[in-house]
């Protein structure tokens, strides 16, 4: 509390939410790698034992040893067993959209991408593709609504990188 703890009184503050959750983690060994993988699942309740918000369900891959290749390898299998769904932000973050109901994800538009004329090719294509795959990524959980914005945002992201693959092509 640093600065606030004079201020602040241990008893004034209270759960907004909490998270209640078991996880159980195992080691895989995977085309030579080693991966933790850790599966968390629960609940998000409103104050410190009040009304469940919402589901908790997360996969977690963690390389002990071996490519991070590997580990996209063993992702990519996972995926192909369910569908799961990359969802950007915290727990927390989750955890304060439940409790205040805003469920309804955020549209994110395309940002500018500066590019100095002292970078490499490499460097310069390793930027836009960064950042037009967070566009796209930002747009993932509009898409499941979906949202129309979300759509049109997720397609202007995917013809974006397209442009910079064809662009930076030998």
Known sequence: LGKL???LDAADLRAVFTTR??????????????????????EFARGNRGEVLAPILEIN??????????????????NERAAWRQIGGSRADLGFAAISQRLKPVIRKSRPVPIEGTMSAGAA??????????????????????????????????RRLLAALNAFTA
């Open 125 to 158: 294509f390793r930027r836009i593709a960064t950042e037009t795959l967070a566009h796209f990524l930002a747009n993932d959980p509009a898409m499941v609504t979906p949202q129309a914005e979300a759509v049109h945002q997720s397609r202007a992201a995917l």
């Open 61 to 78: 891959l963690a390389l002990k040893r071996g490519t991070p290749a590997d580990l996209v390898h063993l992702a990519l299998a996972l």
């Open 21 to 42: 959750l078991q996880c159980r983690r195992v080691l895989v060994k995977w085309r030579g790698a080693l991966i933790e993988v850790a599966c968390h699942h629960g």
């Open 5 to 7: 703890g004079h201020r």
